[in-house]
């Protein structure tokens, strides 16, 4: 008899390891981190179709976004779809683009991330308190604020932070 209850309590505490194991793994992908998979053009020539990154869901409880950060984001005209693209204005900043050059504050924008330009001009715009103005890299095939509008600090769903495939991209995200 006490070779089965040995066995019983065997078993019993591999269902609660595994119960315990899956309820952290689950409390980490809802609060920690997430994946996210790159779907679309918006953000080469940085990031492409396919390739697979960890969000830091956790970051923006403790701090706002910060300028060049690149995060996900619920679409504004779709929450069900979820955005990657890069800040590049900051609550209270007022941006311009023009001729494809942008303008924080009446200042050209100093960016040194890989990105496609194009000439193009946006008309000067406030960044509302609780959003951050966000563009695509692959700025003439990209759908961002400058159709969209700011987006709210509510909708950020995190910061991609690390790519982990395909294998030969793994590393962090600057």
């Given at each position: 008899m006490p070779e089965r209850a040995e066995r019983k309590s065997?078993?019993?505490d591999l269902v609660e390891t595994i119960v315990f194991a899956f309820i952290v793994a689950m409390l980490i992908r809802t609060f920690v981190i997430e994946p996210f998979l790159i779907n679309g053009p918006?953000?080469?020539p940085e990031f492409h179709t396919g390739e697979r990154?960890?969000?830091?869901?956790?970051?923006?409880?403790?701090?706002?976004?910060?300028?060049f950060e690149v995060i996900v984001f619920r679409y504004p005209f779709n929450?069900?779809?979820?955005?990657?693209?890069?800040?590049?204005?900051?609550?209270?900043?007022?941006i311009a683009l023009k001729g494809g050059v942008v303008y924080i504050n009446g200042q050209?924008?100093?960016?040194?991330?890989?990105?496609v330009h194009q000439a193009f001009d946006f008309a000067e715009t406030l960044?509302?308190?609780?959003?951050?103005?966000v563009l695509g890299d692959n700025r003439p095939n990209s759908e961002?604020?400058?159709?969209?509008?700011?987006v709210p600090l509510k909708n950020i769903k995190g910061k991609a932070f690390i790519r982990f495939w395909p294998l030969n991209t793994v590393g962090l995200i600057k």
């Open positions: 065997l078993l019993q918006s953000m080469q990154l960890y969000l830091n869901r956790a970051v923006y409880h403790l701090r706002q976004p910060r300028r929450p069900s779809k979820d955005y990657l693209k890069r800040v590049i204005a900051l609550p209270g900043e007022r050209p924008l100093a960016e040194d991330h890989p990105m960044v509302p308190p609780g959003t951050v103005f961002d604020s400058r159709i969209f509008g700011p």
